[in-house]
């Protein structure tokens, strides 16, 4: 590509010469009729001195006449040659010079001024290419100091406006991958142009199944896409708690969606911003569910109280056998609301933000020991065994009493959930992070959509069966949040009709 320089220097050249060669072709025409005068002048002169000198001679006239008319046309053709030829000569060699001198006169005038600007035309470019450090050299000589002191201006300002563009950028990348809600934008044809890490986790997609595509093609539950079907129709902002399954779970999401306004009210798309409330729902089931079943669970040995009470205060304590007979019953219920009131207070202390244990190295072999020395009664009663295996090297981090809290509540529902004149298996092993105790029953098994539910308060897989037993239906959730206060893990598997297996995990103790 040849620079500015290079062709405004080839345009002076050709036009220097066209007036060297115009100006030359003047001359040429002008200096023949010059040239002949002079002459012609001197060829008169020079007969005349020959027309003197031959009358002087013995010749006639008529000789001396042909002597000079031979002389003259001699004079003149060699004279207008010779002068043609040394004319054309001085003219060539003369324009020529002048052409050089010119040119090279030319040239450093453009090179002095053509180049700041070649200078400043290439950094423009780079500016228009996006490269914002470049900068145009100042001369002032060249008298273009101006116009580079403009562009460099111009130059930084737009590098400070790139580098603040780019902080921005990132600061809002990192805003919307980082924000724990999910958002997703799709403009005004329905192609999916930006979504974050939360909505790809929340709704189980992977990216390359969204970018650049249909939000209808992508995958979205029925209930989204008819969210965002609204959002398209009515072009107004609106808000909505959405409830949709997917791999067997139901997910509540409270979803809110507007329109993207460009400059002059140009529409653009929509963006959609959902908060996962599932948790926040099921605390609320929770909760109504807590409070439900603590009234039932205390309405039934208050109300037992109070009828058998009222029932002895008319009269019925004067019959001895009836008197007996309901104070027992009295007393029974008491008993169990006691264990409830307590279990109640047990499971609100452990559940405290901040609940700590004392911990310390404990034998897993002594913690079973106690747990079995305690539900004795419990086996005999209902003709069962207990066997065990057991590494007496196993020991684990944690609170003692604690420890065999779990160890009680966990054997007494295998012996509870267990029909008579059947075995509980009990191991003790450890990994290299943890201690394990496994208690393994051969009872009546969980169904495997109610395993995930047999942490929860007052959640019984059998109602009749726990309330015989005396169970309070909180022993497990109880159970849950002191393994998880050990930093431990609880594992359970079941089959319904063949026995349930409980595996708690519990930190090893380090030597």
Not at 304 to 328: C, D, P, R
Request: proline share 1%; hydrophobic share 40%.
């Amino acid at each position: 590509m040849r620079t500015f320089q290079s062709r405004i220097l080839r345009t002076y050249s050709i036009l220097i010469g066209l007036i060297l060669a115009g100006l030359g072709v003047v001359l040429g025409q002008l200096f023949p009729v010059f040239v002949d005068r002079s002459a012609q002048s001197v060829i008169s002169s020079k007969m005349d001195t020959l027309s003197d000198y031959l009358s002087t001679t013995d010749l006639t006239k008529n000789e001396q006449q042909a002597v000079i008319q031979q002389m003259s046309s001699n004079l003149n053709s060699d004279v207008s040659i010779s002068e043609q030829h040394s004319l054309w000569l001085f003219l060539f060699l003369t324009f020529l010079i002048a052409f050089l001198i010119a040119l090279l006169l030319g040239s450093s005038i453009f090179k002095k001024y053509a180049q700041p600007i070649e200078h400043l035309t290439e950094t423009a470019m780079e500016l228009a290419r996006g490269n914002y450090r470049i900068r145009a050299f100042e001369d002032d000589f060249s008298g273009m100091s101006m116009l580079s002191n403009s562009i460099n201006i111009l130059a930084r300002n737009l590098h400070d406006i790139s580098v603040m563009r780019e902080t921005e950028k990132e600061r809002l990348k990192t805003l919307i991958e980082n924000m724990g809600s999910a958002l997703i934008m799709i403009d005004r044809t329905g192609i999916v142009t930006i979504v974050n890490r939360s909505f790809l986790e929340q709704l189980q997609i992977s990216l390359e199944n969204i970018d650049g595509k249909l939000f209808s093609k992508i995958g979205l539950p029925e209930k989204i896409e008819e969210f965002i079907d609204k959002l398209f129709l009515t072009e107004s902002s609106s808000r909505e708690q959405i409830q949709f399954q997917r791999n067997l779970h139901t997910y509540y999401k409270d979803a809110y969606g507007a329109p993207v306004i460009g400059e002059h009210g140009k529409w653009l798309g929509i963006v959609v911003v959902m908060h996962d409330i599932t948790e926040l729902v099921k605390l609320e089931q929770v909760r109504k569910d807590f409070v439900a079943n603590v009234s039932h669970e205390l309405k039934t040995p208050v109300t037992s109280i109070k009828g058998f009470s009222e029932t002895l205060l008319y009269g019925a304590y004067k019959n001895e056998e009836t008197l007996l007979s309901f104070l027992e019953i009295i007393h029974k219920e008491s008993n169990r609301l006691q264990v409830l009131i307590n279990d109640l207070l047990d499971l609100s202390k452990v559940e405290q933000v901040g609940y700590e244990i004392s911990l310390q190295k404990v034998r897993l072999s002594d913690i079973l020991n106690r747990g079995l020395e305690m539900t004795t009664h419990l086996v005999e009663e209902k003709n069962m065994m207990i066997e065990s295996i057991v590494d007496e090297e196993v020991y684990v981090l944690g609170d003692t009493n604690r420890l065999i809290q779990i160890m009680m509540n966990l054997l007494a529902n295998a012996i509870n959930y267990s029909p008579e004149n059947t075995t509980v298996r009990v191991n003790i092993f450890k990994n290299q992070k943890y201690g394990i105790f496994q208690i393994r029953d051969e009872g009546i098994g969980i169904c495997e959509s109610e395993i995930n539910r047999i942490f929860e308060r007052f959640y019984r897989v059998d109602r009749a069966r726990s309330r015989n037993s005396g169970g309070t239906g909180l022993g497990l959730a109880i159970v849950k949040h002191l393994v998880e206060a050990h930093h431990g893990l609880i594992e359970v598997e079941s089959k319904v009709g063949e026995g349930t297996v409980f595996n708690v995990y519990i930190p090893i103790a380090k030597s």
